[in-house]
């Protein structure tokens, strides 16, 4: 069965792995913007063939599904979903592990996705407003006077929320000026016609963690949790990223997580998926996130949906599967996902990422750097690879601008972190490199925070206010 994979990230080495090693014998083609090595390894090792082109291209993809004829089509990163390019296949009549466009758009717009929880009742829910233009959204904001998160209306790669807690502090004229240009900074990085720009939401506060549920429109199948390290450097400072790093496990929770709460955060996620079904009428096939939050209003809540694996989550859960993910993927993207059985080791995973100096603010910076890494040494110690944005140029690993290796280890935190820790020493470059070594290792913290917020929120469970915070309504903010 030939299956046709877009995309040239890490997250797509590791689906590109799953249908590798599958018993199913999946011959892997793929399209990507440059040649991904770990990628292109399958690709070899199947007998597929590589090909190179814009990833959210109709025309371009199009053109590949006319070489290649596959039987199924998985689609990696958001940008191509929201390109349509999930329709492209279902148009061809080829079954696609990937939510159409229609769907897709439960990541692709905030306003929309924020919308339907209000609409449906779905608990988790954040009062919000959104606004088409920067001045109003900072005259919103000059004029509040609780504590709000501040975000581009839509996805631009996981960039862009600024939390204004203190709002006192902005009284100053400098400071009104200040927060002027810093509203405007994420009024510009989301730029759709006819979409608000900007969505502001009451700030809530907890350990984050994220649930991946697979759906096939018509039964859904939970993965293992995980959490994601969103800032650059270590101790959690720095430039938000798409992610650092994350952990997963043991088993399918995280150690500040509980059994009830990962059930009530899959009630969420189903009622997102019956949600979308009712405004879209089109069945939700592929996997969908919740980026979640405990927090002391609602225990689990949502902060944003993702139409696709998180990355570097994929790295985090996918390695971990001990059965047949490739069969997965196609029993979902053929509609029959009741039949899957998912086999999770019980074991922990830790991922860290390594990116050039530059990562994510300059992408300039972090291009056309040479890396070098002992993948046997790697082995050795016990981790695996997957490649990111690194292009194999002749017989040279290049970076691409982005997070360009993802280290993954599975074993109990401690172990597994300092199996990591050595990793790095096998890793060169010519410029110097992003690597959090923290990762994995502050488990206490978020297991202190998760306990506080959930003394609180079961505290408002007894008195019947889970979820009121009284501020303000969706549509007409109380300032
Ligand atoms: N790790 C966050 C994301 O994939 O957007």
């Known amino acids: 069965m030939k299956v046709l994979l877009i995309g040239d990230g890490a997250r ?82 080829i079954p696609v592990f990937g939510p159409l466009k229609e769907t897709a758009k439960i990541e692709e717009s ?121 800032n650059a450097y270590q101790d959690g400072i720095g430039p938000e990223t798409g992610g650092m790093g994350s952990i997963s496990g043991p088993d399918h929770l995280l150690p500040f997580i509980t059994e009830d709460e990962y059930v009530s955060t899959y009630e969420i996620i189903k009622k997102t998926i019956n949600a979308i079904y009712e405004e879209t009428k089109k069945n939700y096939v592929g996997i969908i996130a919740g980026q979640m939050m405990l927090t002391e209003l609602w225990g689990p809540t949502v902060i944003e949906f993702y139409s696709r694996f998180g990355d570097p989550e994929a790295s985090a859960i996918i390695p971990r599967v001990d059965s047949d993910f490739g069969e997965i993927i196609e029993l979902t993207a053929t509609g029959h996902l009741s039949k899957a059985k998912i086999k999770v080791k019980e074991e922990s995973s830790v991922v860290r990422a390594v990116a050039p100096l530059g990562y994510p603010i300059s992408k300039q910076m972090a291009s056309n750097h040479k890396i070098m890494l002992d993948l046997n040494k790697i082995k050795e110690v016990g981790c695996i690879v997957f490649f990111g944005s690194v292009a194999l140029e002749g017989m040279q690993l290049i970076t691409k601008g982005s997070r360009a290796l993802e280290l993954v280890c599975i074993g109990d935190f401690n172990t597994a972190s300092e199996k990591l820790d050595k ?49 303000w309504s969706p549509n007409g903010g109380l300032w």
Request: aromatic share 10%; hydrophobic share 35%.
């Open 423 to 471: 990793c790095i020493n096998y890793i060169h470059s010519d410029t110097k490199l992003i690597y959090r070594h923290d990762i994995g290792k502050n488990i206490t913290e978020h297991i202190e925070k998760a306990e506080i917020v959930r003394y609180s929120y079961k505290n408002r469970i007894r008195n019947g206010t889970l979820g009121s915070s009284g501020i």
């Open 12 to 93: 797509e080495h590791s689906l590109a792995y799953s249908l590798g090693k599958s018993p199913k014998g999946y011959k892997v083609f793929a399209l990507s913007t440059y040649i991904n090595p770990g990628i292109n390894e399958v690709v070899k090792n199947t007998n597929g063939e590589y090909f190179i082109g814009d990833t959210s291209s109709v025309d371009r993809v199009k053109e590949v599904i006319k070489r290649v004829s596959p039987d199924i089509g998985v689609i990696g990163p958001e940008d191509p979903l929201f390109h349509g390019i999930a329709n492209v296949f279902k148009e061809e009549g």
């Open 110 to 230: 905030k306003a929309w996705a924020r919308q339907l929880m209000w609409k449906y009742s779905i608990p988790g829910r954040l009062k919000y407003r959104t606004f088409y233009t920067i001045e109003e959204a900072a005259e919103f904001i000059l004029n509040y006077g609780g504590s709000i998160a501040i975000k581009p209306a839509g996805q631009v790669g996981g960039r862009g929320v600024k939390v204004v807690a203190d709002l006192e502090a902005y009284l100053s004229q400098d400071k009104r000026d200040a927060l002027s240009r810093s509203v405007s900074g994420i009024g510009n990085l989301y730029k759709k016609e006819g979409e608000p720009k900007i969505i502001i939401e009451e700030k809530v506060d907890g350990p984050e963690y994220t649930l991946h549920v697979i759906s096939d429109g018509y039964s859904t199948l939970p993965l293992p949790l995980t959490q994601d390290y969103k």
